[in-house]
């Protein structure tokens, strides 16, 4: 059986992914490549298809968004705001972001990773952004990457498997193998 790709990263699309496994040696096929975007589109899809969507974040979040025929809004109010992560982000933009989820925009985050390394130490990921968002809009944000099980019920819908079929194995307690546990697969 091919093994399956699982990643909180939103900001590559599958493609891009597959790419970036390719360098290292891993063939895998798109279809087994799931990431926090994927998920996140397939998310407001199941609950939320007549909403007008904005969406922030990199190529990942936007191609998966343009791609689901989703009502998405490039800037104004939203039904539902999605954020991924966004290197380029302001101080004006989050604020701005603020006022939507204010004026009643339900806040959903890709994935709740406050931190992630770099060669020189730990830099902010998409989760201190979107608790950034929540803290000051007084709301409590949705967010569908590991540990969230979304991934792998997409992944145990979309190939048949059951529970018990599926094994997640990751580099990472808080976010790979509590997923697997959320989920109820082994881990």
Do not use: W
Request: charged share 20%; proline share 4%.
């Amino acid at each position: 059986n091919e093994p399956f790709y699982v990643t909180n990263n939103s900001s590559m699309t599958r493609e891009q992914l597959q790419a970036k496994l390719a360098k290292i040696g891993i063939d895998a096929p798109v279809s087994h490549l799931y990431s926090s975007a994927l998920a996140t589109v397939k998310f407001v899809q199941a609950n939320y298809p007549e909403a007008s969507v904005r969406v922030v974040g990199a190529d990942g979040i936007r191609v998966a968004f343009a791609d689901a025929g989703l009502a998405v809004v490039e800037s104004g109010n939203a039904d539902v705001l999605v954020m991924g992560i966004d290197r380029q982000i302001t101080y004006d933009k989050l604020a701005e972001l603020c006022i939507v989820v204010q004026q009643g925009a339900v806040l959903i985050g890709t994935n709740e990773d406050v931190r992630f390394p770099s060669e020189e130490g730990f830099i902010p990921g998409n989760g201190s952004l979107v608790n950034l968002v929540a803290n000051v809009s007084r709301v409590e944000p949705i967010f569908i990457g590991k540990p969230s099980p979304v991934m792998l019920e997409l992944i145990a819908s979309d190939h048949s498997l059951s529970k018990n079929e599926m094994v997640m194995v990751g580099d990472n307690y808080d976010t790979d193998i509590l997923c697997g546990i959320r989920f109820g697969c082994r881990t």
